[in-house]
Every structure is written in C-alpha cells, then in structure tokens.
C-alpha cells in the first residue's frame, strides 16, 4: 500500500469521534499505565526505523493519549487532538509519510512542528478496532530530520501496526483461547551440573503459554518459551504445530529451526488473524554456550555469577509477522558456573508494574529465595496475592556453582 502524502482527506465527524471515544473505552486499556506488551513494540519501531521518537497513540473524542512512546521528547500522557498529527491524519486511508512537516500546509502549525521537538518527519498507521474500519489511533514515528520511508521500512512499519492492533485487541475479547494446550507440557530432563524446570500458569482453561526443553545428542538441550495468540481452540491447535515443528527440528541452529518452522505456521497463522512471540535457545552444558533467536519475545533475564544482572531485548517481529525471507537475528551468552537464565511470557510482569523492571523483581525474588523449587512457590503464591489476568510461564535454567 503507497502512503498518502500529498491531498488531505475530510477529517472524521463529530459522530465518529463519539464512537472512537466507545471503541477505546471497551478496550480497557488507557488507564492501565505502562505495560511491556506495547513497550516493546514501540520500542522495536524506534530501534529498527532509525528515529528519534516512536508512538503508540490512542485518539478519544477530543484527546490523544499517548499509550506508548519512546523518545527523546516526552509528552502527554494526554494532549489535545487538534495540536497533534494523528488528529488530523484519522480521516485519511493507509499509511501516512510527511517528508518534511514544515514544507506541509497541512502540518506547518502543529507545536511541535513550530518548537520543541521541531518535528520535520512524520509517519504513521492507522490502528483500528475489530470489525470495524473507524481508525481508534496510530503507532507513529518522528523525527527532527526530514526523510522518507523506502518500501521495505514502510511494510514494516504497517507489521508493527497489525501487532499493535492485535495486543489492543487481545485484552477486549474475552472469549479468546490462546494457546497452548494444558496437556502440552514439557517431560523432566537430567542435565548434569544444572537445573532446568518452569511452570505455566493459564488464566483461563487453556494457557495461551507453551514452554518446552529436550535433549539434541549428548551434550545438546533445546529449549523454548512461546506465547501464541489467537481465538478459540485453533490457538490450541497452532501452538500444537508449532512445538511438533520445533521437535522435528531439534538438532537445527535455533535461527535456521525458527525460520522453516515459520515457512511451516505462518499460512495457518495468517488465516488464524493470530502470530506468536517467541524466545528458542540451544544450549551447549559442557561450555554454557547458549545460541538463541528471539522472535519479538524479549522477556529473558540473566543473573550472573557476579551479582550483576542483563535483560535481554528483542528486536525482531514475532512469527507470522516477520517480513518473509529476512533473516532472523542471532543471539549468543555463556551461562558461567553460578548464573541463572529466567524466561518468562508477559503475564509474569503482570505480577509487579507491567514494565520490564518486573524481570529485576522476578531476579530478586530467585536470588532471595533457597532453590529454584521455592523460587517457583513463591512465584506462585504472588499470583494468588496479585492475579495477572493473563497467563504466566516461568522456565529457569539454573548452572551450579563450582565448589570451592
């Protein structure tokens, strides 16, 4: 799809704005503070567009909430639509590309244009409610140089946009099945000098959470965390597919195994409206050595043998939403003798502050607690205490410290 960037298109009415004001209000998620689930989104937006600020905004009758941003100007959370570029863009079809705002009739008198950031490029997609065409607010980028998108940044830009209208989506429609199925749990695996060992916890009566380890030779384990999203039983049914593919696959390089089991689901992804994030590792025991591909899952924490501690972020899409033939990108650590990698799904956030310093809370609760069993009780006893309202997957891969 070409972006519009020359003739503007009627603004909507006011009885559009009424109902815009509904579609958000029923998604329930404008007073729920910062949450990972689109932090990473906007995130990955800014990190692999090149710009100085990316946006994840929600447009109300008269206001502009800001649900996510990240950049080197911080505004709202609130501000008046009018004043904003995804107001006066909410009437127009497809994705929307300024070159150079302050050469634009139709944006020269923004604020921010005008001063502080001194916007010069603006792109955005429109992010719509289910069923319906009404645009409810835009994932957009800025920056203070003018440029363009090329076709390939664009398209990407449009993938980040379908996951940001699936993760709105995700919290409103509460007949959703995601996932995995109960039964689809992973067999204990001895590995001398470590512990590996997880749980999932559902939300509902399937967990939208698959988790799996298993051995690939002698000195070989694989292991995956994954959270697929969709409707009904076909979550269940996918997610089935993707552990049978992964296990078919077992003794692949994880980003050679992650991009054929995606040729393999992606159809049946696509014609599910569903994707699935992704954290797949291969672990070497006798080295430590763990290659990994991380596809838009970005939930991993290392505790190291220091006392030091490193979150591991993704910056690739989740499948079914990465661009078809781009290379996944590959990942490396050594867990040393001591060092413990945790990987969780997003739920575990839930637990403290929806951000990712929830990952640092998860850290200390591990290194308080006196093994990985009473780790994974307390975990379970804080989601008595605090329900996530989303299901929740923890896997720990522990390495024993060396003796002295």
């Known amino acids: 799809m070409q972006?519009?960037?020359?003739?503007?298109?009627?603004?909507?009415?006011?009885?559009?704005?009424?109902?815009?004001?509904?579609?958000i209000a029923a998604l329930d998620v404008v007073d729920g503070g910062v949450e990972e689930r689109f932090e990473r989104i906007t995130?990955?937006?800014?990190?692999?567009?090149?710009?100085?600020?990316?946006?994840?905004?929600?447009?109300?009758?008269?206001?502009?909430?800001?649900?996510?941003?990240?950049?080197?100007a911080v505004f709202g959370p609130v501000i008046p639509l009018q004043d904003t570029f995804c107001g006066r863009t909410l009437g127009e079809q497809g994705p929307v590309v300024v070159a150079d705002a302050r050469l634009d009739d139709r944006y020269a008198d923004l604020p921010m244009v005008l001063g502080d950031p001194n916007v010069r490029f603006y792109a955005g997609v429109g992010l719509r409610a289910p069923d319906d065409d009404l645009k409810i607010g835009t994932l957009c980028l800025i920056d203070p140089e003018p440029r363009t998108l090329d076709a390939d940044e664009l398209e990407l830009?449009?993938?980040?946009?379908?996951?940001?209208?699936?993760?709105?989506?995700?919290?409103?429609d509460e007949d959703r099945l995601r996932t995995v199925l109960n039964g689809l749990q992973p067999t204990e695996v001895q590995v001398p000098g470590y512990r590996i060992t997880g749980m999932s916890i559902p939300h509902g009566l399937v967990s939208g959470d698959f988790h799996d380890w298993h051995r690939s030779g002698e000195d070989s384990i694989h292991l995956t965390v994954s959270d697929v999203m969709g409707k009904g039983m076909s979550a269940?049914?996918?997610?089935?597919?993707?552990r049978?593919?992964?296990l078919a696959r077992g003794d692949q390089d994880p980003c050679v195994a992650l991009a054929e089991l995606?040729?393999?689901?992606?159809?049946?992804?696509?014609?599910?409206?569903?994707?699935?994030?992704?954290?797949h590792g291969r672990l070497t025991p006798s080295t430590g050595r763990l290659?990994?591909?991380?596809?838009?899952?970005?939930?991993?924490?290392?505790?190291?043998?220091?006392?030091?501690?490193?979150?591991?972020?993704?910056?690739?899409?989740?499948?079914?939403?990465?661009?078809?033939?781009m290379p996944r990108a590959a990942g490396s650590l050594v867990l040393r003798p001591g060092e413990v990698l945790i990987v969780v799904t997003d739920g575990a956030l839930e637990l403290w502050d929806s951000t990712l310093a929830a990952l640092s809370e998860l850290g200390s609760l591990y290194r308080e607690s006196a093994d990985v069993e009473?780790?994974?009780?307390?975990?379970?006893?804080?989601?008595?205490?605090?329900?996530?309202?989303?299901?929740?997957?923890?896997?720990?891969?522990a390495r024993d410290a060396v003796e002295a």
């Open 3 to 23: 972006p519009e960037t020359a003739m503007s298109v009627p603004a909507t009415t006011g009885a559009h704005a009424v109902r815009r004001a509904a579609l």
């Open 43 to 72: 995130r990955i937006a800014r990190e692999a567009l090149g710009v100085s600020g990316s946006f994840l905004n929600l447009a109300g009758e008269n206001t502009l909430t800001i649900k996510s941003q990240q950049s080197d």
């Open 157 to 172: 830009l449009q993938e980040l946009g379908i996951w940001a209208e699936r993760e709105l989506l995700a919290g409103a």
């Open 236 to 242: 269940g049914l996918l997610a089935a597919n993707i």
């Open 244 to 246: 049978g593919g992964l």
């Open 262 to 279: 995606e040729v393999q689901v992606a159809p049946e992804l696509s014609r599910a409206e569903s994707f699935a994030t992704m954290f």
């Open 291 to 325: 290659d990994f591909a991380d596809a838009g899952h970005g939930l991993v924490l290392q505790l190291r043998d220091d006392g030091a501690e490193r979150i591991l972020r993704s910056s690739d899409l989740p499948i079914g939403l990465h661009p078809t033939g």
């Open 374 to 397: 009473t780790f994974l009780q307390r975990v379970r006893a804080r989601v008595v205490e605090h329900d996530p309202g989303d299901d929740l997957t923890v896997v720990v891969v």
